[in-house]
């Protein structure tokens, strides 16, 4: 499958030849899906961003540990 917004960057007749040399090229002969993978028809914006939310707050939450870590004593390296 290739999504629309492909389709009018590549113009139709070069869009059916990649759709066609996609078919059944994928995991167990499946066809491949083509998209744009930046402009949040892909991954929602909102999904992206609360990824990025989470990512945040755990980065925080290790560097919380490892202080607490220190201020017990601890070198806050986790091989020690």
Known sequence: MIIDCIKQMLGEELAGQVEKA?????????????????????????TFEQEKTKSAANEKLVTDIVASIKDYGGSGDIKD
């Not at 996609?22 to 909102?46: Q, R």
């Open 22 to 46: 996609l078919m059944g090229k994928g995991k167990d002969g499946a066809d491949v899906d083509l998209v744009v993978g930046n402009d949040g028809s892909y991954i929602s914006t909102e």
